[in-house]
């Protein structure tokens, strides 16, 4: 079900010293992960009427490509029309959890002929801070903010409420991938807040930002250009 990579990753702890590096680890795309299964419905019906066609579950997981997964500032993308979105990237790593963030940049004009292959053809890009969290159940989730801006406008905002939390995102897809356990390392894009205006934007700078409980905040910016 998914794909995994065995090219390193550096992500730094807050708090800590000294970074960890991933490799071996699984990366997947969660998508249609709202709590509300009216509004996800609404989403749907949303995409279904610019031509993307309804996920066959809900939630959806898309396993990624080897190396798709990068902290790097600078991306390369092939299509003309890419986009990204914040996202709460949840990370294992040698036992321990860990929350990062991150953006799902997407290729929209292959969206509405293959969800899967339009993620998958883009990167993936994370911040290189994370959190450890000791037990994602007793984890305020629902105290985390989230925004994004793009070419310097506000483009989404708000906490990550509407999302299901990660304990019940991992029942979902262990129980789905007999692979999946609690040994698996992996990095896990969990979904994302609606756009301000509900209109995708193909910009070329991405400001990330993921306002933590405790008022620490975890920050990425990447900027995208045209394969020539």
Known sequence: MTTMTTEPLALHPL??????????????????????????????????????????QVPMFYPMPVTAVTTSDKLSVAGDNTSGEIEPVLIRF?????????????????ETVDIGQ????????VGFDILEVDDWATF????????????????????????????????????????????????IFAGTIPLIDGNFVAGERWELELTLPDGRSLRHTYSTTKEV
């Open 118 to 125: 339009s993620k998958q053809v883009c990167p993936k890009p």
């Open 15 to 56: 708090g800590g010293e000294c970074p960890i590096a991933l490799t071996g680890y699984r990366s997947i795309v969660a998508g249609y992960t709202g709590r509300d299964e009216k509004q996800v419905q609404h989403h749907i019906d949303e995409l279904a009427a610019i031509g993307v066609a309804p996920p066959p």
């Open 94 to 110: 040698a036992g321990k959890n860990y929350l990062g963030i991150g953006s799902d940049h997407t290729d929209r004009t292959l």
């Open 140 to 187: 305020d989730w629902d105290g985390c903010t989230a925004r994004s801006w793009v070419d310097g406008e506000l483009y989404q905002s708000g906490s990550l409420s509407g999302l299901r939390r990660p304990d019940a995102l991992l029942a979902i897809l262990s129980g789905r991938d007999d692979e999946f356990d609690d040994g698996t390392e992996f990095i």
